[in-house]
Nanobody, 124 residues
Framework: QVQLVESGGGLVQAGGSLRLSCAAS????????MGWFHQAPGKEREFVAA????????YYADSVKGRFTISRDNAKNTVYLQMNSLKPEDTAVYYC?????????????????WGQGTQVTVSS
């Protein structure tokens, strides 16, 4: 079975940093494009960042450019999201996603597997 498990969320003050991790199992990790999305209560799930199978071709939402960095370690079957200069509006549940194609995408419908999410809360 394919499983994606996020970790690293928590409570942080505005201006602080967190690093999220997503551990994948049950798939050929290096052949999958990976992405991060987030969703706040009452709002749609939104794209955050995506990365291709080789660790290049990175894409970011305008709201996080210059603050967040996506990376992957195929030997560890893990994708990361380094979040710096966090803002209260970043508060949301963050989801890891994988797609059966070796490039990333900013569209939720392109992804085949999803984790359960990890909560990120940024205080003022």
């Amino acid at each position: 079975q394919v499983q994606l498990v996020e970790s690293g969320g928590g409570l942080v003050q505005a201006g602080g940093s967190l690093r999220l991790s997503c551990a994948a199992s049950g798939l050929s990790f290096s052949s999958y494009g990976m992405g991060w999305f987030h969703q706040a209560p009452g709002k749609e799930r939104e794209f955050v960042a995506a990365i291709g199978w080789g660790g290049g071709t990175e894409y970011y939402a305008d709201s996080v450019k210059g603050r967040f960095t996506i990376s992957r370690d195929n030997a560890k079957n893990t994708v990361y999201l380094q979040m710096n200069s966090l803002k209260p509006e970043d508060t949301a549940v963050y989801y890891c996603a994988a797609r059966r194609w070796p490039v990333g995408s900013n569209w939720p419908s392109d992804y085949d597997y999803w984790g359960q999410g990890t909560q990120v809360t940024v205080s003022s």
